[in-house]
């Protein structure tokens, strides 16, 4: 065979494997895969859209969820490596369940978004959330690649073409090896299931102190500030300014009820504020700064009544009535990016009395913010 037909022969097998997303990258260790994105866990989880904790884990527990590998699963999760065409256990699966990652159980792909792609390995149009699956440039085979990973163990999966089905036109090319199968029915572990979240909204006067107040609450997983119970969509700080939207500027408030009660959040907004103040809290004047209390369902409405009623009757407010509107929440709109963590960016002090707050509901801080 002739040097030059050989050469040809070559490059014509590496850009066919190149297509099909098998090209064969030089194979990395742990260490070179997690030095710029593995970091420990944030001190507040990362919670995606679907409810489940995608905090990146530490170097130290990926090696200790990894031991339970087979020698190649852990070659394509750990070393990123690529097992062969058609030869993965799960490229003709069809049956209704949902793939996780064989590492840590992180959710990542369903089957109603499987298809045949012809490639070899097993493809999918769209993934299980956005937030479950990180894609990161990869350029060790000469050209740019676009890898696929677990967000939560940074485990290999593959990688992303623009050349999927509609309605995304993206292919998201699997190993078997680095997937586990859950058919619907079957019992998912406790590391595939959402965490038992819930969402409480509240509103007094300027979100930032209500905000960092929140923050400090263990058990309490984000907070967000932003405009809610108004007349118009997507509002602007300028606008609710105005205050003629109808908006309050509240927070909206993710939390595990395993960990704090929505009854102690409540009393512990209660005491965090003034809630005898119409439209206004310390300085600042308007609608928007009004007290109130968004609740998500029949049992959150009830326990907030019940619990103003409590604080109404007790000494502290003898003589002053609470005007804090308990009703069912309306669509809370995030608020702008410089809004979000105000106080710990910027260090300033807000009209919250944290210490109070805390007292009152029988909570033990993080840390102790700022008030005045």
């Known amino acids: ?148 990973n677990c967000a939560r163990c940074n485990g290999h999966l593959g990688h992303v073409f623009p050349d999927g089905p509609p309605p995304t036109g993206r292919r998201f090319c699997l190993n078997s090896e680095s997937l586990e199968f859950f058919e619907n029915g079957q019992e998912i572990p406790v590391e595939s299931r959402p965490l038992p979240i819930e969402t409480g909204y509240f509103a007094g006067g300027c979100f930032w102190g209500v905000e960092y107040g929140f923050q400090q609450i263990p058990g309490v997983i984000s907070v967000e500030s932003g405009y809610q119970q108004g007349r118009i969509d997507n509002p602007t700080y300028k606008q609710i300014c105005n205050g003629d939207t109808g908006h309050a500027e509240s927070v909206k408030v993710v939390f595990d009820p395993t960990k704090i009660s929505y009854e102690k959040l409540v009393r512990f907004f209660l005491h965090l504020h003034d809630p005898t103040q119409m439209n206004r809290q310390g300085p600042d004047f308007g609608t928007q700064y009004r007290s109130g209390i968004y609740t998500v369902g029949a049992e959150q409405l009830a326990t907030a009544q019940r619990v103003k009623a409590e604080v109404q009757s007790a000494t502290l407010f003898s003589g002053r009535q609470i005007v804090t509107e308990v009703e069912p929440t309306k669509t809370f709109w995030a608020a702008e990016d410089y809004h979000q963590n105000y106080i710990e960016n910027t260090g300033r002090s807000c009209h919250v009395t944290l210490p109070a707050a805390f007292k009152a509901a029988d909570i033990q801080p993080v840390t102790m913010g700022k008030s005045k």
């Open 1 to 148: 065979m002739r040097p030059s037909f050989m050469i040809t022969l070559f490059i014509a097998a590496t850009l066919a494997m190149i297509g099909l997303g098998l090209a064969a990258a030089p194979e990395r260790t742990p260490q070179d895969r997690n030095a710029s994105t593995m970091t420990d866990r944030d001190a507040k989880k990362q919670i995606s859209s679907a409810g489940f904790d995608v905090s990146p884990l530490s170097r130290e527990k990926v090696e200790t969820l990894a031991q339970k590998l087979t020698p190649e699963q852990y070659r394509i999760t750990q070393n990123a490596g690529t097992e062969r065409a058609f030869c993965g256990t799960l490229l003709d699966n069809k049956k209704d369940g949902m793939y996780v990652c064989v590492v840590c159980g992180l959710p990542l792909f369903k089957s109603e978004h499987k298809f045949i792609s012809g490639t070899g390995w097993p493809s999918f149009f769209n993934p299980f959330d956005a937030a479950h699956v990180a894609e990161i440039r990869d350029d060790t085979i000469g050209m740019s690649r676009v890898e696929i």
